[in-house]
Structure formats: C-alpha cells, structure tokens
C-alpha cells in the first residue's frame, strides 16, 4: 500500500470522506478486523491556534486476513458523523507479522483554511476505519477520549524599571485566546493565573500569588520589590483551553 493523505470534503471541520461505514463505532475485531495500540498525540490534548496548522501525531497497529485499502484513525462525537480534522497522512504498513501491520499518521488541523467551531473545543472519542478491497468495511470506537484545545496567550509588564528597594512593583497583562470562528485572538476574562517571579542568578520560578483577570482579560497586581529579577504570568489552561506563559519582564531592583 502506498502513503495515503485524506483532506476533507466539507466545512466546519467534520470530515465526510469515508461515507461507506456504519452509523455507530462497532467493537474491536467487527468485520474481522482488530485495532490496537492506538496513541494519538502522545496522550496530550491538540492545541490549535487561528493562523498555523496543526499536527498530531497517531500510530495504531491493525490487524485482518482481510485485503484492505485507506486505514485511518480519527476524532469523533455522536455516532462517528461529526469527525474533526482537515487533512490525514497514514503512512505505508509497517509489517509485524502475517495480517498484522503498524502505522504511522499524522493528523492536521488548519483553521485557517478550513472552517472550524468555537464548539468543537473539549473532548472527542477515537475511532479507527479502514476499506476492505471490493467493498465494506470497518470502524471501531477504541476507548481513547483526546482533548482539542484553543490556543491561550498571556502578556506581561512589570512597572516601574528600574525601582527602588521595598517599593512597589506593578505587574499587569492580558489573557486571551484563540476564537477559530473569527480567527482571531480574543479575551478571556475571569481566568486564575499565576504570577511567578525568578531572581537573577537562579535557574527556576516560584509563585509568587494568583491572580483572577477581569471581565476583559486584564490582569492587574503589585508586589514589593525585594531582589532583581524576572516576572511573568502562568495560565494552566481548562478543559476547552491551553495553557500558556507570559514572556519574562526583568526589573532591576536598586
């Protein structure tokens, strides 16, 4: 089999390409056919932003004594006919055994090139599929639930630079995140973030407080300045949004 690269046929980032299958996910080994193995994107959740494609990286071993075509594994909700990706690279079988081959794809998400929904963002189940030469086929939900996320951004200043020792240092920034439906970024009021300081001539942060930002993303806080260093804001993300960290700002205390 050679190397095969499915882009899909409709908006709205539910692809509708292999329209051969059942409705629903059938078991494992349905249609003698068996799916392990299945990883996608090394257990993490995909982050997509509004203007770069994005890539997760599969692999699943296969197995059949069937001939087969167009192997692929993909996102779903529902009964498998709301799918989300853009583009599916599956690379050639990498035989194990008789009837048992292994697989490398790599599964892309554009948003800006395809349409895609502020909805789409949270949990979707995995199913594997595959084409049986001379018709039919297989698909079977594999009990993998990944998370796709929107792109978080955090900006940081520290005021004033430099500053005098035991005076306040004003720390401000912006949460925001990416809207796919506008592509764009836009604020995310509300979040808990955290602000961390690292002093110069050390290697890691430490937390220095958390902070709500307002209705419009804004964060806003002070501190007393005791040592040089660098400040920045820490985001850890939810289940519809990524994590992020601010750049660092460094203020000379004096």
């Known amino acids: 089999m050679g190397k095969n690269v499915w882009r899909a046929v409709v908006a709205g980032g539910a692809a509708a390409v ?3 299958m ?3 996910p059938a ?3 349905e249609g003698g056919v068996s799916f392990t193995r299945v990883q996608v994107n090394g257990g993490k959740p995909i982050v997509i932003g509004v203007s770069n494609e994005a890539a997760a990286p599969t692999s699943f071993r296969m197995a059949t004594t069937k001939k087969w075509k167009w192997p692929a594994v993909f996102l779903y909700r529902g009964n498998t006919s709301e799918r989300l990706w853009h583009a599916i690279d599956t690379s050639d079988c990498i035989r194990v055994s008789s009837g048992v081959c292994d697989f490398h794809e790599t599964m892309y998400f554009d948003p800006s090139e395809w349409d895609m929904h502020n909805s789409e ?3 979707w189940k995995v199913a594997a599929e595959v084409y049986f030469q001379g018709g039919g086929g297989d698909t079977d939900d594999e009990g993998v639930t990944v998370y796709v996320k929107r792109n978080s951004r955090l900006t940081v200043n520290a005021a004033p630079e430099p500053v005098a020792k035991g005076r306040t240092i004003t720390v401000t920034g912006k949460v925001t995140r990416a809207n796919w439906e506008t592509r764009k970024y836009a604020s995310y009021g509300g979040r808990l973030v955290s ?3 690292k002093a110069t001539g050390t290697t890691s942060y430490t937390t220095v407080k958390k902070v709500y930002a307002n209705g419009s ?3 806003r806080t002070t501190v007393k300045a005791s040592k040089t260093g660098t400040w920045r804001w820490v985001y850890y993300g939810n289940t519809t ?3 992020s960290t601010s750049a660092g700002d ?3 205390v004096r």
């Open 121 to 123: 963002a949270g949990a």
């Open 195 to 197: 602000l961390q300081f």
């Open 217 to 219: 993303g804004n964060l």
């Open 241 to 243: 949004t990524g994590p």
């Open 250 to 252: 460094n203020v000379v």
């Open 18 to 20: 292999f329209t051969a």
């Open 27 to 29: 078991g494992a080994a």
């Open 22 to 24: 059942a409705a629903g």
